[in-house]
């Protein structure tokens, strides 16, 4: 939903530790790409261990940070949640060089 909104490709960090978790989705004109992996002052960890819930943009040149509370599982549909979104470069740059890995996309 942020994505089209937004209008911008996002990478997305939810906590991924359950049935029916969510792939990256690349079928739309904005994209979503989970995060795999983080290091945060040299700890190293995988989604699974994360149970924040946040996305920048793709793009660095539109530095999109969003904030919410619904993780990227089929099982978070029926629920409702929120999320806000800033424009800032710096705290972009802060979340951005966090990210380890992302999930591809899925080549069908």
């Not at 969510?22 to 989970?34: G, H, L, R």
């Not at 920048?56 to 509370?69: A, F, H, N, R, T």
């Not at 890995?101 to 080549?107: D, R």
Request: charged share 25%; with cysteine; aromatic share 8%.
């Amino acid at each position: 939903l942020v994505a089209p909104e937004m209008k911008t490709s996002l990478f997305t960090e939810t906590w991924m530790n359950g049935p029916n978790d969510f792939d990256s989705e690349c079928s739309s004109k904005y994209t979503v790409n989970n995060i795999e992996s983080l290091n945060v002052d040299g700890n190293q960890f995988k989604n699974s261990k994360d149970h924040s819930k946040w996305a920048i943009s793709v793009d660095e040149k539109e530095p999109l940070l969003c904030i919410g509370d619904i993780n990227r599982q089929k099982s978070q549909m029926k629920r409702g949640g929120g999320t806000v979104c800033i424009l800032n470069d710096r705290l972009w740059g802060l979340y951005n060089k966090t990210i380890v890995n992302v999930q591809p996309c899925q080549i069908n």
